[in-house]
């Protein structure tokens, strides 16, 4: 795994926590602005739209009132044929903006004139010029101008036209039908116009100011661009043109929108070769004319400003994070340098070196606690490894006495083996494993009066010491009173009774004692509580001595011990042992047991004494697998040869 | 003298030695019958792509205006060669004006009856008892002789040319050309699927329409030389269906030194429509031919609207100049 440090965890988390936080109040924060910076400037669009459409309003409504009025002028027929062209020319003298102005009468309307009477007077230079228009080549009657108002009995804004007689400047034409009574009857009878020049128009319109590349355009009724900072599509193009070449479907329809007169402030994204990329539009109709404004602004600049404070902001933040991680970093590592010196401290305590020098703390924290804590283990480990030093030494003094003590347990008891080399008869073999390092069992052998056999085999209650002592005592007395005596009964009652006097500690010892004569084989022996031999005859059977009834020696003071006899062939042999071969333990708790130590000697009847035991020792070794021995094992077997 | 200045001189004087000097090379003046638009994109393509001066032609195309026609161009000689729809042409004639036909280009009729769906005409007998805005200036013989046939009485107003009082809502109907005053109410915001449309060619009347025309005496004296202005005409129309942006362009060009309001969407649509005019796939004639049949379709309508009847034969108006 890859080491990391706590600086490290804490500025990870801290940072991914401040960055989600980040990003969710800066959504909230540019959406907030966004929308308001829309609504602003959708505000300041329908202002912007407004303004414009009343300053050529401003022209436009006062031009609609001259022919109005002309026309009940005429309607009421104050004026005399001859007087229309003076009053015209006085008409256009008092408004400047108006070009030319039209009186058309339906045909023979003055018989006297013919088919065509039409007055006109127009502006030529700074004069006023006059003239009457009507004949085969300007048919009047069929033009827009005339026929529209007519049919459709209402005023008439044409569609503007650059007027080629003028100096091909952008016009347009504003017509109002007149009446007048013939035979009492209302009758249509004509109709006059005002021609306005637009060039003002295209003046206001690119005064028009928007951000850094928008700009306002205005539609005619049929969609014709009329005013357009693009040059190339005034008069060539509608707006329903310009959507088919760039493939706007989109744009038709704002198109649409716009000519029906309606109003809207929406997003567009425009591609066209002279303007691309997402725009907003605002549109408002103009009331006189039907015409269509538009004001365009592009949705970058629009939001410039939010995105310029975004980049700042997002500056503002990175660095911010940055310092942040280094604080973060700073505090970190101060806190917890002491607890790289305490690491290495530990290190050092751990190798032995109690008396490190720990890291100063001058706060009052947690980390004084830790300080605290250190130099408490610290003194206390000290203390602990002195104790344990004394405790290790007097410990060691004691096992070299017990080595001492086991070494001369085991030398009190014979262990050259074979022990009679001059006695062809007899044949013995013997071991004793302690579990301790001095053991409470115990066995013995030696020759009476150079025929007399006699060997005992015994366990003290208890281990250690005072049983390895005990049994010193106990090996001790039965030498010294089988010195006088022949008897295994004898023997062993004297042995209890000097051990059950002043037996303070109440320690007894289980005994077989037997007493073999070499001469003729009779086996004399008392068996005080202890596990009964295996005799091996002739090499053919074994069978195990019946069981005891005497009690273990040591108890009481007075028991009175028998004894038994048994006659032993050349070849017979006895099979002795501890308690600690029949309840030798594995890891399960299972006891080695009896039926096993018959069945290893049913295999090996005729094995020498010496084989017999080792055979012994592997199977118990087979069943223990390795479990510690928990008490004394002791074998011996014994071979009369007779 | 700088060197950037040399070059081009060279380059001039080379260009003299290498033209040939041709004395015999004559010249046709050339008028269609409208303003510059993309109709005539293949005469212009002829002119531009040098068609005509491979022809051992010079060509000049001059246009007529709102006062004077092309055939008063014909009459006054200002004009050798003109274009005229079929109908008249033969008007013409029977008024009097001696031309022949010697190359029909347009094979079909473009004339449609156009209502707004809002007017509620959804048949062509609906268009019974209404007002049917009809062009002043001609071509009106067609339509009109279709609403005789059918015997609806129909108001017809005189429209000069534009589509105003039809958008206004001023008429019911109109009769439109499917190169251009369709698509110019289109390109005004109405919708495709806002219109009804009935083509005077499902009614029997798909009369063919833009021929070549010159005086009698032209055709006497220069035939050779018109054999080679029609032959190199349709390969100005073969140009022009072939390289339609650069066709477009170029018409676009003269209509700009006209001064007359131009964009190429329309334009477009007015090419790719008078390219199916002369569509032949539905028509036993070869390019360039005008078919007897159709001459005798167009003199009946005439004799039936005007009151002077045709007292010529098919061979004394048409003279076939496409083999």
Same mark, same amino acid.
């Given at each position: 795994m890859k080491k990391t440090t706590l600086s490290y965890h804490i500025i990870r988390n801290v940072l991914l926590f401040c960055i989600g936080l980040f990003l969710v109040t800066f959504s909230v924060y540019y959406y907030f602005t966004r929308n308001t910076i829309r609504e602003t400037t959708r505000e300041n669009a329908i202002f912007l739209a407004r303004n414009t459409i009343n300053r050529i309003e401003e022209v436009l409504s006062p031009a609609e009132k001259i022919p109005e009025i002309v026309a009940k002028t005429l309607e009421s027929e104050f004026l005399s044929k001859d007087s229309l062209i003076p009053f015209l020319k006085s008409v256009l003298s008092i408004n400047n903006n108006v070009y030319g102005s039209i009186i058309a009468y339906e045909p023979d309307f003055f018989p006297e004139q013919g088919t065509y009477f039409a007055p006109y007077a127009y502006r030529q230079g700074d004069s006023i010029c006059s003239s009457v228009l009507g004949d085969k080549n300007y048919e009047? @009657?069929?033009m827009d101008w005339y026929q529209i108002p007519k049919i459709t009995n209402a005023p008439y804004w044409s569609e503007p036209y650059f007027d080629e007689g003028g100096g091909n400047v952008l016009m347009t034409t504003y017509s109002v039908p007149f009446h007048t009574y013939k035979n009492g009857a209302r009758v249509f009878s004509g109709i006059v116009t005002v021609d306005i020049s637009l060039e003002w128009l295209t003046k206001i319109m690119s005064q028009v100011? /928007? !951000?850094?590349?928008g700009y306002a355009f205005l539609l005619s009724?049929?969609? &014709? &661009?009329?005013?357009?900072?693009?040059?190339?599509? &005034?008069?060539?193009?509608t707006i329903f043109t310009i959507a088919k070449e760039n493939n706007q479907p989109s744009m038709r329809e704002t198109g649409r929108n716009m000519i029906q007169g309606k109003s809207n402030f929406e997003s567009a994204g425009f591609k066209s070769k002279w303007k691309s990329g997402k725009l907003w539009i605002n549109y408002a109709p103009l %009331? #006189?004319?039907h015409w269509s404004i538009g004001v365009i602004y592009p949705d970058k600049e629009m939001f410039a400003s939010l995105h310029r404070i975004n980049i700042i902001l997002l500056i503002l933040i990175v660095t911010g994070l940055f310092l942040l991680s280094y604080v973060i970093y700073k505090i970190v590592n101060n806190l917890t340098s002491p607890l790289k010196h305490f690491a290495e401290s530990a290190r050092l305590i751990a190798e032995g070196n109690f008396n490190v020098q720990l890291p100063q703390i001058k706060t009052e924290d947690e980390m004084k606690e830790l300080y605290n804590s250190f130099s408490y283990m610290q003194r206390e480990l000290g203390n602990y490894i002195a104790t344990l030093k004394e405790t290790t030494t007097a410990k060691e003094k004691i096992e070299s006495e017990l080595r001492i003590a086991k070494e001369i347990q085991m030398s009190? /008891?014979?262990?050259? +083996? %074979? %022990? +009679? %080399?001059? !006695?062809?008869?007899i044949d013995v073999f013997a071991v004793l494993k302690s579990?301790? =390092?001095?053991?409470?069992d115990l066995y013995d052998f030696f020759v009476i009066d150079g025929n007399k056999f006699c060997f005992a085999i015994g366990d003290v209650s208890g281990k250690g010491v005072p049983a390895s002592l005990f049994m010193a005592v106990t090996r001790t007395l039965v030498r010294s009173i089988s010195d006088k005596e022949f008897s295994p009964s004898v023997i062993v009652g004297t042995l209890n009774k000097s051990i059950s006097q002043n037996n303070e500690s109440s320690m007894f010892v289980t005994l077989f004692l037997g007493v073999l004569? !070499? #001469?003729?084989g009779v086996l004399n022996y008392t068996n005080a509580g202890h596990n009964p031999p295996v005799i091996i005859k002739n090499s053919r059977e074994s069978t195990m001595f019946e069981k005891t009834k005497y009690i273990p &020696?040591? !108890? @009481? =003071?007075d028991f009175e011990y028998g004894e038994s006899s048994l006659q032993l062939d050349s070849g017979d042999k006895i099979f002795l042992y501890t308690d600690g071969v029949s309840e030798a333990e594995n890891s399960e708790n299972d006891l080695f047991g009896d039926n096993a130590i018959m069945e290893i000697i049913s295999g090996n009847l005729s094995a020498p004494p010496r084989e017999l035991i080792n055979k012994m020792e592997e199977g118990i070794s087979a069943h223990v697998k390795?479990?510690?021995? #928990?008490d004394d094992i002791t074998m011996m077997t014994i071979v009369y040869n007779g | 003298m700088k060197p950037f200045i040399k070059i081009p001189l060279i380059l001039y004087f080379l260009l003299l030695l290498t033209t040939p000097v041709d004395a015999q090379i004559s010249k046709i003046t050339f008028a269609p019958?409208? *303003?510059?638009?993309? $109709?005539?994109a293949g005469y212009y393509a002829a002119q531009d792509m040098g068609f005509y001066k491979e022809a051992g032609i010079e060509v000049e195309i001059v246009h007529p205006s709102a006062n004077i026609q092309a055939t008063a161009l014909l009459a006054s000689g200002k004009a050798d060669i003109i274009s005229l729809f079929l109908v008249t042409g033969i008007a013409a004639k029977i008024q009097g004006l001696d031309v022949v036909n010697f190359?029909? *280009?347009?094979?079909?009729s473009a004339i449609l009856f156009l209502t707004k769906k809002s007017r509620g *005409?959804?048949?062509?007998? $609906?268009?019974?008892g209404k007002k049917i805005g009809i062009w002043r200036?001609?071509?009106d013989e067609v339509p009109k002789a279709l609403i005789k046939e059918k015997g609806y009485n129909v108001e017809w107003v005189p429209i000069l040319s534009t589509v105003n009082l039809f958008m206004m809502d001023g008429i019911d109907a109109m009769t439109v050309m499917s190169y251009n005053e369709y698509d110019y109410i289109i390109n005004c915001g109405?919708?495709?699927?806002e219109l009804n449309v009935f083509p005077v060619s499902h009614y029997g009347y798909d009369v063919p329409e833009d021929g070549l025309y010159c005086l009698r005496s032209t055709y006497e004296k220069r035939g050779p030389e018109l054999q080679k202005f029609l032959k190199a005409t349709l390969k100005g129309w073969d140009y022009a269906a072939a390289n339609k942006s650069i066709a477009i362009d170029m018409v676009l060009e003269r209509m700009k030194q006209a001064h007359i309001p131009a964009n190429s969407v329309h334009q477009a649509w007015m090419l790719d429509k008078i390219l199916e005019m002369m569509?032949?796939?539905?028509?036993r004639a070869a390019r360039g031919e005008l078919l007897e049949s159709d001459f005798l379709k167009t003199v009946k309508i005439l004799n039936n609207s005007i009151k002077s009847k045709s007292n010529f034969t098919f061979t004394e108006f048409y003279k076939p100049l496409y083999k």
């Open positions: 009047y @009657f069929y100011k /928007i !951000l850094d590349t009724r049929n969609g &014709v &661009v009329i005013a357009h900072p693009n040059k190339d599509y &005034v008069m060539n193009q %009331p #006189s004319s009190m /008891i014979p262990h050259i +083996f %074979p %022990p +009679f %080399p001059d !006695l062809p008869q579990a301790k =390092e001095v053991g409470g004569d !070499l #001469s003729n &020696v040591g !108890l @009481f =003071e390795g479990f510690t021995q #928990s | 019958q409208w *303003i510059p638009q993309a $109709q005539f190359g029909q *280009i347009s094979q079909h *005409i959804e048949k062509l007998e $609906q268009l019974n200036s001609g071509f109405v919708n495709e699927d569509d032949l796939s539905n028509k």
